[in-house]
């Protein structure tokens, strides 16, 4: 098993920028191929971005995040990253970070076994 815990979010102006950490503890975390989602309010969870376990097989959402938002992993230190530039109000809602061995990547969050609390990320306009 794997424990997730985000950090990173908080209060932003758009066109700000917020870095994400998610910080794994557990054993193998290069085992695992690992995920961002978020949630806004009213809304369904929603795919952000994913990496695979060695940190070269990345994807993203639509282009609503592409150009804007960067994932990446130190296996070293069993974290992985989301580094959100130019964000936008419409990017405002939780950010989880989860975690899976049996894909080598994952666009949905069925593929996912291990989630963490979820960080709030807040954009005003």
């Known amino acids: 098993q794997v424990q997730l815990v985000e950090s990173g979010g908080g209060l932003v102006q758009a066109g700000g920028f917020l870095r994400l950490s998610c910080a794994a503890s557990?054993?193998?975390?290069?085992?695992?191929?690992m995920g961002w989602f978020r949630q806004a309010p009213g809304l369904e969870r929603e795919f952000v971005s994913t990496?695979?376990?060695?940190?070269?097989?990345?994807?993203y959402t639509d282009f609503s995040v592409k150009g804007r938002f960067t994932i990446s992993r130190d296996n070293a230190k069993n974290k992985v990253y989301l580094q959100m530039n130019s964000l936008k109000p419409e990017d405002t809602a939780v950010y989880y970070c989860?975690?899976?061995?049996?894909?080598?990547?994952?666009?949905?969050?069925?593929?996912?076994?291990?989630w963490g609390q979820g960080t709030q990320v807040t954009v005003s306009s």
């Open positions: 989860a975690a899976t061995p049996r894909y080598p990547y994952g666009l949905r969050d069925r593929n996912y076994d291990y």
């Open positions: 557990g054993r193998s975390f290069s085992s695992y191929t």
């Open positions: 990496i695979g376990r060695s940190g070269f097989i990345t994807d």
